[in-house]
C-alpha cells in the first residue's frame, strides 16, 4: 500500500513587477486568470476588442519581407496545414528561419497569433519567419496539434532550397503552448531522426499537465492565466481522465519525457511570477544534467506574456534583448 504525497506548502506569491503590475490589474479586469473553462472554450476563440491580428502589410515590415500562405502536406491521412511564411527579399544567402509555433492553451489561437514578435526578433538578422497553423483540441486531441507541426517542420526542412533558407539553421520557437508544442516537436524529431533543427527558443512553455508545481499552487487566481485555466486547455488536449495519469506522451508533455539527452540548444525564459515557472526551470535543470546546451532566464515580477503586453516596460525590454542576444550567437 502506498501514500499520496502531500505537496509541500508554498509562501505567498511572488510580487509583480511595480511597473508591470497596473498592466495585470487592467486585464485581469477584463479577463480573470480562471476565464478559460471546458464549456465556453469556443466563446474564447473570438477575437479580443481592440487586439488586431498583424496583417500581411504589418508582417512585410515596410517590404522588407514578402509575406505568403502556403498549403502543404498534414501529417499522413490527415487534412493538409497552412504555413504563413514571411522571407525576407533582400537576402543574397540562404537565411536562418525561426518555425514559429502559436501558443493559445492548446485551445485558441491561429498562425497570426504571436507572429509578429518573433519578426521583430528577426528582423534584425535578416532570419525568415515560418508560422504553421494547427488543429485545436478539444476538436482535435493529442497527437494532432504536435503531429501537424511537425509536418509543417518537415516540409520546410525538405523545401528550403526553393525558399532560400538554409536548412541546417532551422530554429524552433514559440511561446506557452506554442512553445510546449515546439518542444513535443524538438523530442519528435530527434527520436525520428527527422529535419535539423538547431535550436529551440520557449518562451513560458507550457509543459507539464500535472499542473501541480509549487508556482502553480501559488498563483491560482492571479496573473492572466492560472491553474484552472490550465487545466482546461490540458484536459482538451489530452481528453478526460488523462490529464496527470500515467499514460501521457512525452511529445504532449515535454516535462514527462524520461530522456532529455541530445537536443539542440535551447532558450528557456518565463516570469516568476506565473503558473509555469517551476517546471520550466525543471525542464531547464533536467536538460543540462542530461548534457544539453541551455540558457534559462526567470523574469522578477514577470507574469505570462508581459512582454507581449507591456513591451515598453523595463523588464520587457531587458528579456527581448536576451533573447535577441541568443538568438544572434545561434545563427552567426
Not at 505537496?7 to 476565464?35: C, I, K, N, Q
Not at 493538409?80 to 544567402?93: M, N, R, Y
Not at 508560422?131 to 523545401?159: I, K, M, N, Q
Not at 526567470?298 to 507581449?308: E, I
Request: proline content about 10%; hydrophobic content about 40%; some cysteine.
Amino acid at each position: 500500500m502506498t501514500t499520496q504525497a502531500v505537496p509541500r506548502p508554498v509562501g505567498p506569491p511572488p510580487p509583480f513587477d511595480p511597473e508591470l503590475a497596473p498592466v495585470v490589474e487592467m486585464l485581469t479586469s477584463l479577463r480573470p486568470p480562471d476565464a478559460y473553462r471546458p464549456d465556453n472554450i469556443v466563446e474564447m476563440r473570438e477575437p479580443v476588442p481592440g487586439v488586431e491580428a498583424p496583417t500581411d502589410e504589418i508582417l512585410s515590415r515596410g517590404g522588407a519581407y514578402s509575406v505568403q500562405t502556403r498549403t502543404v502536406p498534414g501529417p499522413t491521412g490527415q487534412q493538409d496545414i497552412s504555413l504563413l511564411i514571411c522571407l525576407p527579399k533582400h537576402a543574397t544567402t540562404p537565411t536562418a528561419a525561426i518555425y514559429h509555433i502559436h501558443g493559445g492553451g492548446m485551445i485558441v489561437g491561429d498562425n497570426r497569433f504571436g507572429l509578429a514578435e518573433m519578426v521583430n526578433l528577426a528582423e534584425p538578422m535578416g532570419m525568415a519567419v515560418v508560422s504553421v497553423e494547427y488543429r485545436l483540441a478539444p476538436e482535435t486531441p493529442h497527437p494532432g496539434p504536435v503531429e501537424d507541426c511537425y509536418a509543417g517542420l518537415v516540409w520546410l526542412s525538405d523545401h528550403a532550397d526553393e525558399l532560400d533558407i538554409d536548412p541546417e539553421r532551422i530554429i524552433i520557437g514559440g511561446t506557452s503552448a506554442g512553445a510546449g508544442l515546439a518542444a513535443g516537436v524538438t523530442l519528435l524529431a530527434r527520436d525520428r531522426t527527422g529535419p535539423a533543427i538547431l535550436a529551440q527558443l520557449l518562451l513560458s512553455p507550457m509543459l507539464d499537465d500535472r499542473n501541480d508545481s509549487p508556482s502553480a499552487r501559488q498563483m491560482r487566481g492571479l496573473g492572466i492565466w492560472d491553474s484552472s485555466s490550465n487545466e482546461t486547455g490540458w484536459n482538451a488536449l489530452l481528453g478526460d481522465g488523462v490529464r496527470g495519469g500515467p499514460d501521457v506522451s512525452p511529445y504532449a508533455a515535454p516535462s514527462r519525457a524520461e530522456d532529455l539527452s541530445g537536443l539542440p540548444s535551447t532558450f528557456i525564459d518565463v516570469g516568476s511570477a506565473e503558473t509555469f515557472r517551476d517546471e520550466d526551470v525543471a525542464y531547464a535543470s533536467r536538460m543540462w544534467q542530461a548534457g544539453c546546451d541551455v540558457e534559462l532566464h526567470v523574469w522578477p515580477g514577470g507574469f505570462h506574456g508581459f512582454d507581449v503586453v507591456a513591451p515598453q516596460a523595463v523588464l520587457s525590454q531587458d528579456a527581448i534583448a536576451a533573447r535577441a542576444a541568443w538568438l544572434r550567437r545561434q545563427v552567426r
